[in-house]
């Protein structure tokens, strides 16, 4: 952890503790964790900072957990630990963060979750690129539409590629890119030609990006994942992710489902790197 990133989460909880809604103020103060001991905190004291589940998010009032809605994207997550869905807010600026790789002027986002979908198409305007969104459930609308506009860049979860590579392929001659972003990866992710660049995201519903392939791992299709911008992980069974960039719904120290195993970098460019 580097103290620029402790400085940030500091910053964030410093503006939680002293906002209206009152969540994560309780869940902090029941820690211990007031401004005065905010001031000392160091990496040391990390673990005093509560786990965040996601059934407590489904559990609480939208309004106790949501610091301020600006212009962007509401979100549907379902908990099975609490049987029900919850609301979460995306701003515009929290989605321009994300830096998703791609290569190509025409991109598409085919998801089965139209709201990660949404809020790919979101993250393209705000970079001035007009993306299309690919119909889900309907493939001969993403083939007439993929064709006709001639993408040459791809979004798509594992679900799309099953649902629609072949077909894809057949129509799109001039395919620069794909971007897979998913929670979990499969030998046939890799199954695109050879010309054809891949990028890897590792990404759940309630973050967003938590951490890029390396390239030289998708090389050698042995994917390597490094850390994203402003993510911290705690690898467990059940990781621990914590990012300051999430403001209107923080995710601070949330218990996710996946599983990180911290690994000795073996790329030139000697990041942080885990296995899943």
């Not at 598409?108 to 299309?132: D, G, T, W």
């Amino acid at each position: 952890m580097t103290e620029e990133f402790l400085q940030k989460v500091k910053e964030l909880i410093k503006s939680i503790l002293a906002a209206k809604p009152d969540f994560y103020r309780k869940k902090l103060s029941s820690a211990g964790i007031d401004e005065a001991q905010l001031e000392t905190l160091n990496e040391s004291d990390w673990n005093l900072i509560p786990i965040l589940t996601k059934q407590e998010l489904a559990n609480a009032p939208y309004a106790s957990r949501c610091y301020g809605e600006k212009p962007g994207l509401n979100k549907l997550i379902f908990s099975e630990e609490a049987d029900q869905y919850f609301l979460i807010h995306r701003t515009l600026e929290e989605i321009r963060q994300e830096r998703l790789p791609y290569d190509g002027t025409r991109p598409m986002a085919i998801f089965s979750n139209v709201y990660e979908a949404i809020e790919r198409c979101l993250y393209f305007y705000e970079q001035n690129v007009l993306p299309l969104i690919g119909e889900f459930h309907n493939p001969a609308v993403i083939y007439a539409t993929a064709r006709q506009y001639k993408v040459d860049t791809i979004f798509m979860d594992r679900a799309a590629i099953r649902a629609f590579r072949e077909k894809l392929l057949e129509i799109l001659p001039a395919l620069k890119s794909v971007t897979v972003i998913d929670d979990t990866f499969s030998a046939e992710d890799f199954e695109w030609p050879a010309d054809t660049k891949l990028s890897f995201v590792l990404s759940i519903p309630e973050i967003g990006g938590v951490a890029y392939a390396c390239p030289e791992s998708i090389a050698k299709k042995d994917l390597v994942f490094h850390p994203a911008d402003n993510v911290y992980i705690e690898p467990s069974a059940l990781s621990i992710i914590t990012t300051p960039r999430l403001k209107a719904c923080p995710m601070l120290r949330y218990r996710s489902h996946l599983y990180f195993e911290k690994t000795p970098p073996r790329c030139a460019c000697q990041k942080i790197s885990f296995k899943i």
